[in-house]
């Protein structure tokens, strides 16, 4: 018996080398790093840039049908710079419009090499894509009626302690009667669920399959309120033709950073991205830039810029 396991180790050893070898031979070489988005530039003469239609005035599609916006603006400049870094005199921009539900995985599987629109930095965001220099001071508002009751409106704009000592309870009881829209997907979906367990309230929350169609279903009495993106709101207001019959309170509940999403672990094109940020930030014409979609910067938004604007 010793004899036999003896025989049989020693025919394994003999084998295993030979079959390790054949193993090694038979296994595929190993894959090629990914091309960087400048490598992957210059080889097809294109730069992809994803854009929102719906997302006025950060990215939307205008009357002709062409990509506009502030958003659309800033990635304009970054093309040049892609253009003059990777040295394509003819390069192609391709403006790929996406959706709220599929714009970071968009990004994450190289559809495109930038998305310009209006998306808040978050940690589990960061899981999927990285992030330019923050744009924006962005932050999560409301919409109503104008005819909304007064009671909302306090509540909604911190204002409901003057009712009675119990205002808390009063409050409550308000909002379970309302019912509420957000666009899922967005931070404002996110902080609305979360203040509704925090209060141990709950409401009757509603999906909006888009900005306008929130802003509807606040004009047609169909959702009490619209929680989003606040310069989303104030724009969509002002250029509605129902925007008599809207407010947005001054109260702002949330303040993020808005950023461009980008490919992760791509340095060369994140710190080209964030140098073409910060020279516009820096420039003369940013002002004008700024003002054109969202008026004239007060002072929080310039200490903002000069903030964000990094030096060479």
């Known amino acids: 018996m010793r004899y036999v396991a003896g025989i049989s180790a020693i025919a394994l050893l003999a084998v295993a080398p030979a079959a390790y070898g054949q193993a090694k031979k038979a296994a595929p070489p190993a894959p090629k790093p990914a ?8 080889s097809s003469g294109s730069l992809k840039l994803g854009y929102r239609t719906d997302a006025r005035p950060f990215s939307f599609k205008d009357a002709s049908g062409s990509p506009a916006g502030y958003s659309v603006d800033l990635c304009n400049a970054i ?37 310009c629109a209006a998306v808040t930095v978050t940690l589990g965001r960061r899981e999927q894509v990285d992030f330019s220099s923050p744009i924006f001071p962005g932050g999560v508002g409301v919409v109503v009626r104008s005819d909304a009751p ?33 666009v899922p997907g967005t931070t404002a979906e ?37 929680f989003a993106e606040r310069a989303i709101l104030l724009d969509a207001v002002m250029s509605h033709k129902g925007g008599d019959d809207l407010t947005v309170l001054d109260r702002q509940f949330t303040y993020e950073r808005l950023g461009l999403p980008i490919q992760r672990g791509d340095d060369d094109f994140r710190l080209l991205v964030d140098r073409t940020l910060s020279k516009e930030f820096q420039s003369a014409g940013y002002r004008s830039t700024y003002s054109k979609w969202f008026g004239e910067p007060n002072e929080k938004s310039e200490v903002f810029f000069r903030w964000n604007s990094l030096p060479e």
Do not use: C
Not at 90 to 110: C, G, I, R, T, Y
Not at 153 to 176: C, D, F, H, M, S
């Open 35 to 42: 091309a960087t988005t400048l490598e992957r530039v210059k």
């Open 79 to 115: 093309a040049q710079a892609v253009k003059a870094k990777a040295g394509v005199t003819d390069l192609k921009v391709e403006w790929v419009p996406v959706s709220v539900d599929n714009q970071l995985q968009a990004v994450e599987q190289h559809d495109v090499d930038a998305l």
């Open 150 to 182: 007064k009671r909302l409106r306090n509540i909604l704009n911190g204002e409901a302690t003057q009712y009675t000592p119990t205002w808390k309870a009063v409050a409550l009881n308000v909002l379970r009667e309302q019912v509420f829209t957000v």
């Open 190 to 226: 996110q902080w609305v669920k979360e203040r509704g367990r925090e209060f141990q309230v709950e409401f009757a929350l509603t999906p909006a399959s888009s900005y306008e169609a929130g802003i509807q279903a606040v004009l047609d009495r169909k959702a009490s309120a619209f």
